[in-house]
């Protein structure tokens, strides 16, 4: 008889791979190739896949039925890394769907140096065969993204048939794209206020980075195409693009997007208003650095496999070169996306520009990285000028002029006026790193109500503080939108602990039209980055006018100063507002029959039209 003492019990494994199509239908049908998406292994999961975080729910609304949810944890479906990929079993189209998504909310969380949630208990839905129609986008309403099916179009002749059905659920770039959607809006939820041509320009710009970025993970794709185009990564089109299967199946000969093609031009980026295409021209100057930090890093390698002149001779390159060449590829793609990912936390709560989020970009990585040892700051900060895209009013574009400002005067968050008691909140940060500790729902929800003394102090804190920050303490609204701990990793691969807060204000008292739930809302705001000794490093204000301008006068300098800074900047950013609102409503045909203001019916359902997505 076999003894059952001191056998080891066995424990889940902690990552699964699944497989998805590399990286549409059609590319796969052409290439022969799969992607195995490695993500972390998720204990508990349901059929569906319905977990912690995704909840993927699959009723085909125009057929009116629900599809069989697949079974992740199914000893066959575990045995082969997931199901085949197949676009005639909707199984697989829920498993590509939940695979994309947590492979982008696995990086943003590396990136980002904390444990990624939504708001509360809630989870993101994803809805494989939503409806029928060429589209797919991020509704936050429903707190889902919904995928549509269609007809290809007869013009589509390279890989697909006449009128084949198509799914934007299998390609990994509309998922992607749209997860990203996702995440934005649970980091920035008024991103959704179209106060300036950028807002959606960005929410476009930052979604194609991720999905274009996502392609970098799958090495043996890059080495082919380092392969291919012999190094020369620039004449890669299919890597550098977006959802090829879907652009040529809608009748645009080509893919939907492309990081590489367009030459540097400044007027474009001024003249251009549509948010795709003026998010497009953002993607293309942050690839044009990518480009050329890539191509410096390799150089030495070419002169290695050439005895010094740099140029390839005819023939396949050598797989040992392009395993190399291949290896810093995706590394400096991990950079520069790591790059732009931190930079997240030091935007704007409200009203974001892409010269907010060129300091933001220039901020975060000097905090992390302060000597820019392969220069992709310069490069990053070069080619952005060279396609129009600046902060204004700065005097350089050397590092320091574009860094966000330090306080006028030394401000904590733990002295002083109305101080706040932070030991709470990063005891609960650390805690959540562990992943061990964030299945555990009773203990989230302690940690949550264990926030709410730490939310309303920090309120009392901005309130104190208020003309420093940019808001108004004769004003009411003030709010904590959100306030977490980062620990992201430096140059000397140390954490380095940050608090993030937003802070925001609605100014009811400048917003134009009398019904208060229709009129569109205007918001002050402030991020405040501190360390966790509650020191103020940055702030990162979106002023508007003071009620009361003239209490200014009772101030000491140089606190006097800088109120006066956010008063005549929140009247510019007011006028800004205005003006573009206007323009909206000179655009916009239903203006004239409907109370609701243009700007309102600006969604990503309305953006993501068949002309665009």
């Not at 999905?211 to 043996?220: E, Q, V």
């Not at 602990?497 to 205007?522: H, K, M, S, Y």
């Not at 005549?568 to 045909?589: H, K, Q, S, T, Y």
Request: hydrophobic fraction near 40%.
């Amino acid at each position: 008889m076999l003894s059952t003492n001191n056998v080891p019990a066995v424990g889940a494994p902690d990552r699964r791979r699944l497989r998805a199509f590399a990286f549409d239908p059609m590319s796969s049908r052409l290439s022969g190739q799969f992607l195995t998406i490695d993500i972390a292994f998720e204990t508990g999961l349901q059929p569906g896949p319905d977990g912690e975080l995704v909840q993927v729910v699959d009723y085909d609304a125009t057929r009116r039925c629900w599809y069989q949810p697949v079974d992740l944890d199914d000893p066959p479906v575990l045995a082969q890394d997931g199901l085949r990929p197949s676009e005639s079993d909707p199984r697989s189209h829920q498993q590509v769907v939940y695979a994309i998504t947590m492979s982008v909310i696995e990086r943003f969380q590396r990136f980002t140096g904390r444990r990624f949630r939504w708001r509360g208990d809630e989870r993101l839905r994803l809805v494989p065969h939503a409806f029928y129609g060429r589209n797919a986008y991020f509704d936050p309403d429903r707190r889902a993204v919904l995928f549509g099916y269609y007809r290809a179009d007869d013009s589509d002749t390279q890989a697909n048939l006449p009128h084949q059905l198509m799914f934007t659920c299998l390609s990994v770039d509309i998922v992607a794209h749209e997860v990203t959607h996702a995440i934005v809006h649970r980091m920035r939820p008024l991103f959704t206020i179209a106060t300036n041509s950028d807002v959606y320009a960005f929410h476009e710009a930052f979604a194609d980075l991720v999905a274009l970025f996502h392609h970098f993970l799958f090495r043996d794709v890059v080495e082919d195409f380092v392969a291919a185009s012999r190094s020369e990564l620039a004449d890669a089109a299919a890597l550098l693009s977006l959802a090829d299967e879907f652009g040529r199946s809608t009748g645009r000969g080509g893919p939907l997007r492309s990081a590489v093609g367009s030459a540097p031009d400044a007027a474009a980026f001024e003249a251009t208003r549509e948010p795709h295409r003026r998010g497009a021209i953002f993607v293309a100057a942050v690839f044009d650095a990518y480009l050329a930090t890539y191509k410096s890093q390799i150089a030495d390698l070419r002169r290695l496999a050439t005895g010094g002149s740099g140029v390839l001779g005819d023939g396949e390159l050598s797989p040992d070169l392009v395993r190399r060449i291949a290896a810093e590829a995706t590394r400096n793609a991990d950079r520069l996306l790591g790059m732009v990912v931190r930079g997240f936390d030091y935007l704007p709560p409200v009203d974001v520009t892409f010269g907010d989020v060129v300091r933001a970009v220039i901020t975060a990585d000097r905090d992390l990285f302060p000597d820019d040892a392969i220069h992709l700051r310069g490069h990053l900060v070069e080619s952005l000028r060279r396609r129009g895209i600046f902060p204004p009013g700065v005097v350089s574009l050397a590092d320091q002029a574009l860094l966000w400002r330090r306080p006028s005067r030394a401000l904590n968050l733990t002295e002083g006026d109305a101080p706040v008691d932070l030991g709470q909140l990063i005891l609960d940060s650390t805690i959540k790193l562990d992943a061990s500790a964030t299945t555990q729902e009773a203990a989230g929800l302690a940690a949550r109500e264990r926030s709410k003394p730490v939310f309303s102090q920090t309120a009392d804190w901005a309130r104190a503080h208020a003309l420093e920050l940019g808001l108004d303490p004769e004003a009411p609204g003030f709010r904590v939108l959100g306030m977490h701990v980062g620990y992201q990793s430096g140059a000397d691969g140390q954490p380095h602990p940050r608090i993030f807060i937003q802070l925001v204000q609605r100014r009811e008292d400048l917003e134009i039209g009398a019904d208060r739930d229709t009129r569109t809302r205007l918001y002050a705001g402030c991020t405040v980055i501190a360390h966790v000794d509650g020191s103020v490093s940055w702030i990162v204000p979106k002023p508007l006018p003071l009620t009361r301008p003239e209490l200014l006068d009772d101030l000491p300098e140089p606190a006097r100063t800088r109120a006066r800074e956010q008063h005549r900047a929140g009247e510019r950013r007011l006028r800004g507002i205005r003006e573009w609102f206007g323009e909206v409503e000179d655009e916009d045909p239903l203006a004239i029959w409907l109370d609701e203001p243009a700007v309102s019916r600006l969604t990503f359902a309305s953006l993501h039209t068949p002309e665009e997505d």
